[in-house]
């Protein structure tokens, strides 16, 4: 699992512990994600899947593609789609996937780095791996989160961000075991590069072999913990945890992840997604590639999509 890592992780800045009489945040739940498919037949797991709405907001929906191993002429990606009213968050951590989309923005992203994409209005997309990978095959491993605009930020104009992963914030906890890559937002006053409307924090941590994990987190934000690989506990109850499994957070200031002493050769670390953000608290209509606030607002953007208002394919396009 590369993303990007440090070659001195003693050298980065120190998340210090918290306060003693700081709230541990306790577990409310640890569902399993499913599996399934997307796009043209790429396999992901869903990892909101039987988590409560509630405790997810600001966020929508999470995807892990992957982690596969392709063959010559497997990989594959996404057609041309519409969205509207939400920003997609497209991190890779193994291989190569390719953006397109109807507003200038694209590029290529490979080994942590992350394209994020405020669809707003409405925006067209595309998302697949590129023609050297598809005739190669190799591996492919990412997720795909989707984030809940306010409904005063869903009219906003499209926006793409192109977020390398030398960009990230490298920070390592109070003991040196864990690193962090903050992509978006805060961890315990260190920034990550992405530029949110919706308030979040965003980090992808590598815990070593029996390395506990403690950080301050926002009371007014949520905390959500997905687990890429390997074993591990979760909450002040040490509640066990592994891949493709999430675990939700309930209020207070400080959230606890502990890696197993002893983890599988072909994962030998503890990796998770940390996710949190201000909840928006507003009603929710999804349909598909679009979530707004009502069901009129769905059906405006369908006649608005097949009406041509939410852009429009370029020349140059990638894809069939």
């Known amino acids: 699992m590369p993303a990007i890592t440090a070659d001195d992780i003693t050298a980065l800045p120190h ?3 918290p306060a003693p009489d700081a709230t541990q945040r306790r577990i409310l739940s640890i569902t399993t994600a499913p599996h399934g498919l997307e796009g043209e037949g790429f ?6 899947a039987g988590a409560d709405p509630r405790h997810l907001d600001p966020f929508v929906h999470l995807d892990q593609m992957g982690e596969v191993e392709y063959a010559p002429g497997e990989p594959k990606g996404t057609p041309w789609h519409p969205h509207r009213g939400f920003e ?21 992203i490979t ?12 925006i067209l997309h ?12 190799g591996l492919f491993h990412g997720f795909q989160l989707w984030v809940n605009l306010p409904a005063a930020e869903k009219w906003t104009p499209p926006r793409y961000q192109d977020i390398r992963a030398n960009k990230v914030s490298l920070v390592t906890t109070y003991d040196g075991g864990t690193l962090l890559r903050v992509i978006a937002g805060e961890v315990a006053g260190h920034e990550g590069p992405g530029v949110t409307h919706t308030p979040i924090s965003m980090a992808h941590a590598t ?19 997905y687990v890429l690989s390997g074993r591990g506990t979760v ?20 959230i606890t ?31 598909g590639p679009f979530v707004m606030n009502t069901h009129a607002e769905i059906a405006q953007a369908l006649a608005d999509y097949q009406a041509g208002k939410l852009g429009v394919i370029p020349a140059d396009h990638i894809g069939n």
């Open 15 to 17: 998340i210090p512990l």
């Open 235 to 254: 909450g002040p109850d040490a509640r066990p945890v592994a891949g493709g499994q999430l675990a939700v957070f309930g209020d207070g200031d400080v």
């Open 126 to 137: 595309i998302e697949r791996p590129p023609e050297a990978l598809i005739a190669s095959g």
């Open 257 to 287: 992840v502990t890696a197993d002493q002893q983890q599988e050769s072909r994962a030998p670390h503890l990796d998770v997604l940390l996710l949190g953000g201000r909840p928006i608290r507003e009603p929710v209509a999804w349909y």
């Open 43 to 48: 396999p992901v797991r869903r990892a909101f």
């Open 88 to 108: 997609t968050v497209t991190y890779m951590i193994d291989g190569t996937f390719q953006h397109q989309d109807s507003n200038g923005g694209g590029g290529l």
């Open 207 to 225: 815990l070593s072999p029996g390395a506990r994990m403690v950080l301050p987190w926002p009371r007014d934000f949520n905390a959500l913990v």
């Open 111 to 122: 080994n942590g780095d992350t394209q994020w994409m405020t669809a707003g209005r409405g």
